[in-house]
C-alpha cells in the first residue's frame, strides 16, 4: 500500500481555502489584525495556516501560475502573478496601493510628524486628517488618476479591505505593518539614493 | 597720464562691468557694520580685478578706480580715520549695486524697521502740524517725503519676502539635506547649530517683519504701522486731500498683502524647526515620491490628453512593493467548462429555449403601451398573455434568472418591453408554488442595459429540485 504523506494532509482544507480567497482578493496577510472589540491587534489564522505550511503553499500556488510572497522584515504574505508578459495590468494594483500610502505618508509628513505614529493605535489617521486629504485638490485629483474616482474616501475602503490599514474606529485608521513597509522602503530608498548622490559629488570634486 | 580722468558716466561704466569689486566692498562694510571703508581695502580689490583683466582693460580699470578719479567724479568723499583715508561712497550708487546682488540687500531687522517706523510716524506728525493748508511748503515737504517714505518701505518688504522664501526653502534644502546624510544620529550640538542659521532668521527677520506689519499689535512707544497710517489717511480726508489719502490707502493695502506671505513662511520655519532628524528624513523621502507622482500626472495633462489614468509601472517598480499583486478575481469565470456539471447546465438552458421556439407559433404580441391606455381590458389582456406564455416557459437551473429570462423574452415576445414586462415575469415565475425550482436572491446587484436604459437588479439564482425531494 502507498503511504505516501503530500503537504495537503497537514492543512486544514478550510483554512487553505479561506486563506486562498484572501489572497485571491488581493489582500495582504499580516500577521496580526486589528480587532475592534478588544481595541487591540490579534493573532491572524490564515496568516498561522499559511506560515505554517508555507513551503506546501508556496508550491500549490507556484503550480497555479502564482508567487505567495512572505516578507520577512513586517512579517506578510501577498500573492502576486507570475508571468508579467505583455500584461498592462499586471501592475495596476500595485500601482494603487502605492498612490494611496504615499498620499497618507506624505500628508503626515508634511503636518510635521513622524511617521512611526501612523501605526500606532494611538495616534494613526483621524478625522481630521482625512478630511484635510479629501480637502486638498492636489491629492484628489491624483487618486482620481489612480483609479479612485470617488477619491480619498474610496482609496482608504481600498487600503483598508487588503489589509494596507486597519480600520480603528469610526473614521480612525492605523497602517498595517504591509502599509508601513512601503513607507520605509521608501524613506530607505531615499536615504541610499541621496547618499550615492553626495559620494558621487565627492568622487568628482577628489578627481578634479 | 596722471591727470587723465573719466566722466561720470565712465567711471560708473567701469564699475558696473567689473561689479565683483564692488560687491567685495559692500560685502566687507556690512560685515564691519561701517558705512566707510580703508583705502587699502579698496586698493586690494582693484588689484585683483586688474590680475585678471586683460591688458587693454588692465589700465581703464586702474584709472576709473583710482582715488582721484573716484573723488572727482562725485562718487565718494574721503575723511581721515585715525590717520587712514577712509572712503565714504555715494549711498545711491551702493544702493544700485545691492539690487544687483540679492545676497547684499539689506535685510529686515528689527532696528532698521523700527527705524523705518518712527520716520513714518515723525512724518505723519508733521503733516498734521502744518495744518495740511497746500499753501504751506512745509506741508507739501513732508507729504512728498511721505511718500517716497511709504514707496520705499513697500519696495523694502515686497522685494525681501521673495528672498526671504527663497533662501529659506535654500537653507530648509540644505539642513534637511545634511541631516538626511548624517550616517549615525546627530548629536544635540550638531542638531542645534545646523537649525542654528534658520531660527536666527527667524528671530531676526521672519518675526520683526511680521511685528511691523501686524495691524493688531500694540507697541509700547506709540502707534504701530497699522494706525500711524490710518490716522494719516483720515486727516488728509478732513482737509478734502482726496487723492493723498487714497494714496495712503493703497499703500495700506499692499502692506496688508504681504502679511500673509510672510505669515506662511514664519509657519513653515516653525514646522520645520520642530522636527527630529528621522522626521526630516522620511519628510524628504515622502517629498521625493511626491515629485514623481506630480510628473506622471503632468504627463497626463500635458503630452498625452486623451489619457486620464496615471502611468504607474516605472514608479510601482522602483520599490518594487506589491508589484503583481493580483487585480483580477480567482478563478475567472468562464462560461463553459470541460465536465459534466457544465455541460448538463447548457444542456438544460438550451432545451428551455428550444421548447421556447418549438412553440414560436403561440408566442404572443403585446399590445402597445398607447392602445392600453385608450382600453382598461386592454392592460390585463397584456398581463394575461405574458402569464400564459411564462406559465409554458420551463425554468432551467441558472445563475442569473433575471438575464435568462430577459433574453428568452426578449427573442420571441412581440413588443415585449424589459423595465415593465420583465418585472411581471419575474414575480409570475416567484409566485408559481409548483415549479420543481428554488429561487434564491443574493446580495449581489447586476446590470441590464436595454435599448438605452440600465435595470439594476438583485442576483437570483435557481436551482432545480430533485424529484425525491419534492414528493417529500
Known sequence: MFDQRTGFDSVDPERSAEAFRELAAGKVITREKFDQIHNDLVENPSYTTLFRSHEHFRRMYQHLGYELVFNDKRHFFFMRELSQGDDKDYNRNAFKVQVALLIIGRYFAQSGRDLQYLESVAVGLREDDIQAIIKDDEYTMMLRSAEFKEGFEAALIFLRNRGFVFETGVNRYILSPAGMHFLEVRTEGYQASSREEAEAIKGASDSE | ?472
Open chain 2, 1 to 472: 597720464m596722471s591727470d587723465k580722468r573719466f566722466g561720470t558716466i565712465e567711471t560708473i561704466q567701469v564699475i558696473f562691468q567689473h561689479p565683483d569689486t564692488f560687491f567685495d566692498l559692500i560685502q566687507i562694510m556690512d560685515e564691519r557694520k561701517e558705512l566707510s571703508i580703508p583705502e587699502h581695502d579698496l586698493l586690494y580689490r582693484v588689484e585683483k580685478a586688474i590680475r585678471t583683466a586683460a591688458p587693454k582693460e588692465k589700465k581703464r580699470i586702474h584709472l576709473a578706480f583710482r582715488t582721484e578719479n573716484l573723488a572727482g567724479s562725485g562718487l565718494m568723499s574721503i575723511d581721515k580715520k585715525a590717520g587712514v583715508p577712509h572712503l565714504y561712497f555715494d549711498d545711491s550708487l551702493i544702493q544700485l549695486i545691492r539690487i544687483c546682488d540679492r545676497s547684499l540687500r539689506q535685510d529686515l531687522t528689527n532696528a532698521k524697521l523700527k527705524a523705518r517706523l518712527s520716520s513714518l510716524r515723525e512724518l505723519k506728525r508733521q503733516i498734521i502740524e502744518s495744518n495740511l493748508n497746500s499753501d504751506n511748503d512745509d506741508f507739501l515737504e513732508a507729504c512728498q517725503a511721505m511718500s517716497g517714505e511709504l514707496n520705499s518701505v513697500i519696495r523694502l518688504i515686497h522685494g525681501n519676502i521673495r528672498d526671504l522664501e527663497l533662501d529659506v526653502s535654500k537653507r530648509m534644502e540644505d539642513i534637511s539635506g545634511a541631516m538626511a546624510l548624517a550616517d549615525e544620529k546627530l548629536s544635540v550640538t550638531q542638531h542645534y547649530n545646523l537649525l542654528g542659521q534658520i531660527t536666527s532668521i527667524h528671530q531676526r527677520h521672519i518675526l520683526p517683519t511680521l511685528e511691523f506689519l501686524n495691524p493688531s499689535i500694540k507697541l509700547r512707544d506709540g502707534e504701530n504701522l497699522h494706525e500711524t497710517l490710518e490716522a494719516l489717511g483720515q486727516a488728509y480726508r478732513s482737509h478734502a486731500h482726496y487723492e493723498l489719502a487714497d494714496q495712503v490707502d493703497r499703500s495700506l493695502i499692499s502692506l496688508n498683502e504681504t502679511y500673509k506671505p510672510i505669515q506662511t513662511i514664519a509657519k513653515r520655519v516653525q514646522d520645520f524647526v520642530a522636527k527630529n532628524q528621522r522626521a526630516l528624513r522620511q519628510h524628504n523621502a515622502m517629498e521625493e515620491g511626491f515629485e514623481e507622482l506630480r510628473n506622471l500626472i503632468t504627463e497626463t495633462q500635458t503630452s498625452h490628453l486623451n489619457r486620464i489614468q496615471m502611468h504607474g509601472d516605472e514608479f510601482v517598480e522602483k520599490t518594487g512593493f506589491m508589484s503583481g499583486l493580483i487585480s483580477r478575481n480567482y478563478p475567472s469565470v468562464l462560461p463553459l467548462y470541460d465536465d459534466p456539471s457544465s455541460i448538463r447546465l447548457l444542456d438544460s438552458d438550451l432545451e428551455a429555449r428550444m421548447e421556447d421556439a418549438g412553440r414560436v407559433n403561440e408566442a404572443p404580441e403585446l399590445p402597445t403601451f398607447t392602445s392600453e391606455r385608450n382600453d382598461n381590458g386592454q392592460e390585463r389582456d397584456r398581463g394575461k398573455l405574458l402569464y400564459d406564455w411564462v406559465k409554458g416557459m420551463t425554468i432551467p437551473e441558472t445563475n442569473d434568472l433575471m438575464r435568462h429570462l430577459h433574453e428568452r423574452l426578449h427573442a420571441f415576445v412581440g413588443g415585449y418591453e424589459s423595465m415593465v414586462d420583465l418585472m411581471e415575469a419575474m414575480s409570475f415565475v416567484m409566485n408559481d408554488k409548483r415549479r420543481p425550482i428554488n429561487v434564491r436572491v443574493i446580495n449581489r446587484f447586476k446590470t441590464i442595459e436595454d435599448d438605452g436604459r440600465h435595470m439594476i437588479y438583485r442576483l437570483r439564482r435557481v436551482s432545480t429540485i430533485s424529484k425525491e425531494e419534492n414528493h417529500v
